[in-house]
């Protein structure tokens, strides 16, 4: 009973005392700073970092994607009045090759850097309708020829973000696209001849993204009318897929996509399309 008794005593000394502490100014600081502190979530750790990606594979401060391009060819090239060459037709140009499209975006604080490239290589074989001109040589008609068809493209844009929600994003594009066109021909007669174009494209775009879940929808639409000194071109690409994310931070996706380059520069005509199916795969930080 005795050892009860001086029990009780020493706990209401001790909560006397803590009472006395919350109330001098000290005190009360430092109860509060604790209170604060427990009310305040603890943080997640690296998982943290990684929540666009993992709220549906949107994009995070840094993407890396790669794609596997499938494109067909069709269109015509005429150098300087020489006379239209029929790429798919009279030149039967391969599209059972791919593109290897490897992709980079960076962003810090919203706007982010987009860089993406492709190097299409394939050739094909055929007789000419008629009689053309390319490089200084002429190819006569019915001539058998084989090709050599090299398209390679970089793109590098500004990206500035208009819609940013965990459903949805929505970026303006602006920079430049740039092709380097050359195809050689070989005649079983007149030789070989090559055919060249460097292609700078000012370009503007959009770029968006949803996500239903795990299941992704994107959508890229960029090109531009220019008319300026040797250039008078109409430049559109087009791609749109869908993709699913998983491990939080990997994301796959099938797509198509539509290039078309119409118009002239140097004296060079050029009416070309690419398009075709895409797959590919990306991690998002």
Do not use: C
């Amino acid at each position: 009973m005795r050892l009860l008794t001086v029990l009780l005593l020493a706990a209401s000394f001790a909560a006397a005392a803590d009472n006395d502490l919350r109330r001098s100014p000290a005190g009360r600081a430092v109860d509060a700073y604790l209170q604060e502190a427990a009310a305040e979530p603890a943080p997640i750790g690296s998982d943290t970092r990684l929540s666009a990606a993992a709220q549906g594979g949107v994009w995070g401060w840094a993407s890396l994607r790669l794609d596997l391009w499938y494109p067909a060819v069709d269109g015509s090239v005429d150098d300087a009045g020489g006379g239209p060459i029929d790429l798919a037709g009279e030149l039967a140009i391969d599209d059972n090759e791919f593109a290897y499209v490897p992709r980079v975006l960076l962003s810090a604080g919203g706007v982010g850097t987009l860089i993406d490239a492709f190097l299409f290589e394939t050739e094909g074989s055929g007789a000419l309708t008629a009689s053309v001109t390319i490089g200084g040589v002429t190819f006569n008609a019915s001539e058998a020829v084989a090709t050599d068809f090299d398209l390679n493209n970089v793109r590098g844009f500004l990206t500035v973000p208009v819609v940013k929600t965990d459903f949805l994003q929505i970026m303006l594009l602006g920079g430049l696209s740039y092709y380097d066109l050359h195809i050689t021909m070989t005649g079983n007669v007149s030789g070989s001849a090559t055919f060249a174009a460097q292609v700078p494209v000012p370009v503007i775009g959009v770029l968006g993204q949803a996500k239903f879940g795990p299941v992704l929808l994107e959508v890229e639409v960029s090109g531009l009318t220019i008319s300026y000194d040797v250039y008078g071109l109409d430049y559109l690409d087009i791609q749109a897929s869908v993709g699913f994310t998983f491990l939080k931070i990997v994301a796959v996706r099938a797509g198509y996509r539509y290039v078309a380059l119409n118009g002239s520069i140097d004296d060079v005509d050029i009416d070309l399309t690419l398009d075709g199916f895409f797959i590919g795969g990306s991690v998002n930080f």
